[in-house]
């Protein structure tokens, strides 16, 4: 059978201070201990500390208390620890094998793990100010706050070589990363007669940024011993990740792709050679023209890959073509992909509570969104366009793909201005990972709807009840969003959306 033990001790103190309700501090001390950590480095120290001023307690404030009320300055420094390792990384750790001794199976061990005798807890180390109160004898109520945190020494298992052998690394302290935002909230309760209503709503911005994790991308043109300028990039030792990667100066997860190239439209310089920022607008192959820019570059000696040349079965009307970002000549290598400066995580999250009654009558809605993210999709039989035996073209492919029939220019059919490529049955120059398939992801969404009727109270006491409501509702009814995929709260993935549902009924008290 197997074993585990595991084990966190905590020493917590508190101390709360407050001076004629004005001046109030909180400070909270932890120190911790983990099994996982070796002795030298298994307990932690995690304080942290509050303090507020209710600024609208002070004399100076009595002539304005009628207008602004239980104003209150708030500011918190603290640090808090995280040991989600395994239980025994900080050592080497063995599984049990087999293995040939003179002809014979034997049982015997092999290492699993390399250990790592300094490995620490991970901190995160947040500060915050905010600013809290009510204007207009409490109809309108606010909280502001801005924080920034940094969290260091995140427990991280590298991937090594296959040439150090099939023992895993060992978790290590690798990287630090900075977060800081701001959020506000603010809420509106007033009556006009028999017309009430209150409005609640929130918005919060939040970004993050990798300032420690293998290094820093280095990449750029060099010159080698026998004289040639050389490309070369450190990317795959400094970065984690494929379309999404991890990188020092950079945020958690930011796209990586090929750009598609996006020319001017033109031909020609002036002293007659191709304009190589010429060519399609959108990296499309659309006109007679853009085929033509295409032709000119590769007479020139230029490189379009990945499939090279210009023929239906390789370059066509219809296909997309890449950036040549580094220069080399070549466009759509490996070198031409680059960060987008996208990513998938929202940097905007809102959101807005309403209710009114009038008499009888009521109605809420929540409505909820993020913004300022994007979704790399780019799914087979789903967003491209692939054509099977057997396989179902996608609806927004199957409408908006661009089709040009070359032998006959005026063929009703055509479709230059698809925004979807061409379809084929195989299609390495559509279907790579590009900012093509890189789209606004932001949303609103009107997350809840209820409307409800309060039967009188002169008839339903006839009816032996003391309360009767009537209501039809809904939930996730309406998303205003430019992301062709399912559902951008869910994500790019091929997932079950949001579930909309309906809902009738009613409520009785006796």
């Not at 020319?263 to 007679?288: A, C, E, K």
């Not at 997309?320 to 970002?325: G, M, N, P, Q």
Request: hydrophobic share 35%; aromatic share 14%; proline share 4%.
């Amino acid at each position: 059978g197997d074993a585990y033990d595991y084990a966190l001790r905590s020493y917590f103190g508190r101390l709360n201070y407050g001076y004629k309700q004005r001046y109030l501090f909180e400070a909270v001390m932890r120190y911790d201990g983990s099994s996982r950590f070796a002795k030298s480095s298994r307990w932690g120290f995690f304080p942290s500390f509050s303090g507020g001023w209710r600024v609208s307690e002070e004399p100076f404030m009595r002539e304005v208390n009628n207008y602004v009320d239980n104003l209150k300055l708030r500011a918190s420094w603290g640090k808090t620890g995280n040991n989600a390792s395994g239980n025994y990384d900080y050592q080497a750790t063995y599984n049990t094998t087999q293995y040939s001794f003179n002809g014979l199976a034997m049982s015997g061990l092999i290492q699993k793990k390399s250990a790592n005798p300094k490995l620490k807890w991970e901190t995160t180390t947040t500060t915050n100010l905010g600013v809290s109160g009510s204007l207009l004898k409490r109809a309108l109520n606010f909280e502001l706050d801005l924080y920034q945190g940094l969290t260091e020494g995140i427990l991280f298992v590298p991937t090594v070589p296959i040439t150090v052998g099939t023992v895993a690394a060992a978790t290590q302290n690798i990287a630090q990363v900075t977060k800081k935002g701001v959020e506000l909230m603010l809420t509106y309760n007033g009556q006009l007669n028999k017309f009430r209503y209150s409005i609640a709503g929130n918005v919060a911005y939040n970004i993050n940024r990798v300032t420690k994790y293998k290094g820093k991308l280095d990449e750029g043109y060099s010159t080698d011993e026998n004289g040639n300028s050389v490309y070369s990039s450190n990317l795959g030792s400094v970065s984690t990740g494929t379309t999404q990667r991890i990188l020092e100066g950079y945020r958690i997860n930011d796209y990586y792709l090929y750009p598609v190239h996006k020319g001017n439209g033109s031909l020609l310089n002036s002293d007659g050679t191709v304009n190589i920022n010429g060519g399609p607008v959108d990296g499309m192959i659309r006109t007679q023209q853009d085929m033509t820019w295409l032709q000119m570059m590769v007479d020139a000696g230029y490189i379009l890959q990945p499939s090279g040349g210009i023929s239906k079965s390789k370059i066509w009307y219809g296909d997309l073509i890449y950036a040549d970002s580094n220069g080399d000549g070549i466009y759509g290598n490996s070198f031409d992909q680059t960060f987008t400066g996208k990513n998938a995580s929202p940097s905007w999250n809102f959101g807005l509570n309403m209710n009114v009654a009038y008499n009888n009558f009521d109605m809420s809605m929540i409505w909820a969104g993020s913004a300022g993210m994007s979704y790399y999709w780019n799914e087979t039989y789903m967003n491209q366009s692939v054509v099977a035996l057997g396989k179902a073209v996608p609806t927004l492919v199957a409408d908006n793909h661009y089709f040009f029939d070359d032998s006959n220019p005026d063929n009703p059919a055509n479709n230059i201005d698809g925004h979807y490529p061409r379809l084929k049955t195989t299609d390495p120059q559509n279907t790579r990972a590009s900012d093509f398939y890189l789209y606004d992801a932001s949303y609103i969404k009107l997350k809840s709807l209820q409307l409800g009727y309060n039967i009188p109270e002169k008839l339903i006491k006839k009816l032996a009840m003391s309360n009767c409501r009537l209501f039809i509702g809904g939930e996730n009814l309406l998303t205003i969003t430019n992301f062709p995929g399912l559902d951008p709260e869910v994500g790019a993935t091929i997932a079950y959306p949001t579930m909309k549902q309906y809902t009738l009924g009613l409520n009785i008290t006796f």
